[in-house]
Structures are given as structure tokens and as C-alpha cells.
């Protein structure tokens, strides 16, 4: 069984940088994918950026295309979300996750959460 630990929230002021990693402990992952995947209180939980593990290939939701990038490295088994010209609506709890699913960009291709980690971005 995988485990995941984020690290790297915290406050920032618009247009300031966050860089969040994700690490995977307990077996070396062997899943499709990894992602990232946010929530807002009272929302519901979006995607935001994911990377098919063997491949490197990526993907990303609308609102977040240019500013944050997510990357992988599969010799430590983590995985990094870098966010930059960051904006008060990317405030929220952000979640990793790691799973089998071939629809990467939706929460049920997920098996493995971490704990999430507090992103605020004031204006």
C-alpha cells in the first residue's frame, strides 16, 4: 500500500510562487498516474494537474495552464506541483493522489490521498 505525505502550503501574496511535493512511501509506485486535486470549502473537489508516471506526459485544467507546473521523479517517488503568478482563487486544500485509472483528470481514477495541504493566497 502506498502512502503519500504533501508538504510545501502555506500563505502567499497574489503573484507569489508555492512549490508543493508529494512523496510516495511504502512501495515504489507502480500506478498510471499521479495528480493533484483541490477544494475550496464548500466546493467540490477539482482537478488541477496530473502526470502519467511511466511517460511523463501531463495534464492540466484550464484556469492553472501557464502558471503551475507539475513534474515527477521516479528514482525519490515524488512528484512536485510548482505554482507561480499564484491568484486568491487558488486558494484551497490541496490533495495528491495516485491511482490506476486511465481518466486522470477525475477524482474516481484515484485510489491513494494524502492529507492535503493548506494553499491561501491573499489578495
Known amino acids: 500500500q502506498v502512502q503519500l505525505v504533501e508538504s510545501g502550503g502555506g500563505l502567499v501574496q497574489a503573484g507569489g510562487s508555492l512549490r508543493l511535493s508529494c512523496a510516495a512511501s511504502?512501495?515504489?509506485?507502480?500506478?498510471?498516474?499521479m495528480g493533484w486535486f483541490r477544494q475550496a470549502p464548500g466546493k467540490e473537489r477539482d482537478f488541477v494537474a496530473a502526470?502519467?508516471?511511466?511517460?511523463?506526459?501531463?495534464s492540466y485544467t484550464k484556469s492553472v495552464m501557464g502558471r503551475f507546473t507539475i513534474s515527477r521523479d521516479s528514482a525519490k517517488n515524488t512528484v512536485t506541483l510548482q505554482m507561480n503568478s499564484l491568484k486568491p482563487e487558488d486558494t484551497a486544500v490541496y490533495y495528491c493522489?495516485?491511482?490506476?485509472?486511465?481518466?486522470?483528470?477525475?477524482?474516481?481514477?484515484?485510489?491513494?490521498w494524502g492529507q492535503g495541504t493548506q494553499v491561501t493566497v491573499s489578495s
Open positions: 493522489a495516485a491511482g490506476v485509472g486511465r481518466s486522470i483528470s477525475s477524482p474516481g481514477a484515484y485510489d491513494t
Open positions: 511504502g512501495r515504489t509506485f507502480s500506478g498510471y498516474a
Open positions: 502526470v502519467v508516471w511511466r511517460v511523463g506526459t501531463t
